[in-house]
């Protein structure tokens, strides 16, 4: 018996915090810490140590792999007289650390606080109870190691598991079947580079989040963050598992018993490119009193995977799945907010649950291939262009004319990430395109040219003191505007596109536009990274 215990404490995980005691009842109230760091004994800890050094020097092995086998081969050592010696060297080198293994887990058996996590995991592992659940929620440890919660085949059939959920893909070129054989030929050398453009430095690019250095470096922020989110608002973390079989780490705040009408809608959080839910977005609407439900991208934090976007809405579909059928939640009291290039996952979500509440978007782009060309050499636009839209094509824009729910989007006046010409320049702004992309389709009588014109001309105020002297220079009437559009609705017409403003006077139109433009759109002063306040998170307007 000994023997097996000792053998789990050399294989279980790194324990890092205890949050409560597992004897200790969520509602108790006691004086004294709520939780508190693992403390591991002097072997156990002087062995994690010789380990995590070792994990560092793999990872930055193997990032640095393509220039360090250079360097090598240019020194001769890629030879089997080399070879060999290497080979031993790098055998006792892993005996050396199966030894410090060993002892490491020698130090964890002799401690009574990691005996009795990994009693509680094992006991879980075998009978997922809900009392057992609850036990092992009171420690935050490797979360590989964690049990699954939730997994997408329980709602649905696993045949359908293999392609993933549905997602919109570019319309390809009609081309004769000689020209398209010789195109495919021609193209062959632009697929395989876009290819390992994609895979390699482009995602790291792309999401930088998910490079393993950067969540070391992050460690403890995240889970400074998480402890604050489980001790203080009793936040419940879970395992989800996505159709393609990747792990999704959540968290979730329910605050449906606290009194407030907020509490019973519950807002899923999409992060940005390197943002968690330990130190994200979730923070905004849980000052606004909203249960809220956050997620982090495939490969951060605790989530498994890579970020491309076929697994990002894999993700997405278990999130939301979870929130309907585990948590509660019906799809017309649940809200979408994302931040940055989490307007990915929020649009796709859009589109393929109609039924949802509201979309707020924030800090957020239309599509991904003009900021992409901004950052690029020109003379590299043709291959940017097939690997942007064959293998990271954030169509965000056109996910989102699918929907036919209320949206409200928040520009960053100041936004230094999303704009392609620099933050000065507001005008470059891709949200801009965004709103813009949205009002032509909804209401393509009034965003004619003369539309299209004004609402530019909005969009370029200097100032919230601008803004309001160019809507009151066009003598906007927003009782007159709501009557108007609540005349159309009530004559039958309500799915977009809207014919509203076809007999309509130019002056009417044109107040029409900067309207919807003030409604859709909420200005804030700041930068892409301030995080958002919660007086500034609003539902979006609707009739």
Known sequence: MAGVMWLRC????????????????????RPGRRGWNYQPRSVEKHTDSILAWASALWSLSYYSSPLLLCYLYRKGFICSSKLVPVTQYLGTVLLCLLGVACLRGYGRWKNSEYLQFISILEETKKNHTPANKKKVRCYDFDFSYWPADFNWTEVNSPKLSKAGVSLLKPEPRLRGAADGVLHSVRTLPCHVIGFLIAHSFGRRMLYPGS???????????????????????????????????????????????????????????????????????????????????????????????VPFPQNEANAMDVVIQFAIHKLGFQLSNIVIYAWSIGGFTATWAAMSYPEIQAVVLDASFDDLLPLALKVMPDSWRPLVQHTVRQYMNLNNAEQLLKYQGPVLLIRRTRDEIITTAGPEDVMSNRGNDLLLKLLQFRYPKIMTNEGIRVVRQWL????????????????????????VLLSYQADGEVLYPWNVGADMTLEGRRQLALFLARKYMRNFEATHCTPLPATEFHSPWKL
């Open 10 to 29: 050399v294989l279980g995980p790194h324990l890092q915090r205890i949050h409560r005691s597992p004897d200790q009842s969520v509602s108790d109230d």
């Open 211 to 305: 490079v393993g250095l950067l969540q070391k470096a992050m460690k403890s922020m995240l889970q400074q963050g998480q402890a604050r989110l489980i001790e203080e608002l009793d936040g419940q973390r879970n395992k989800l598992v996505s159709c393609d079989g990747n792990e999704i780490d959540t968290m979730f705040v329910d605050q449906r018993g606290g009194g407030g009408q907020n509490g019973q809608t519950l807002v899923i959080c999409c992060e940005g490119n390197a943002g968690f839910y330990e130190v994200g977005c979730m923070n905004t609407p849980l000052e606004g009193g909203y249960s809220v439900l956050g997620w982090n991208h495939p490969g951060f934090g605790g989530s498994t995977g």
């Open 460 to 483: 370029g105020s200097s100032s919230p003191l601008e803004e309001a002297s160019l809507y009151s220079g066009y003598e906007v009437d927003d009782e007159w505007c709501t009557c």
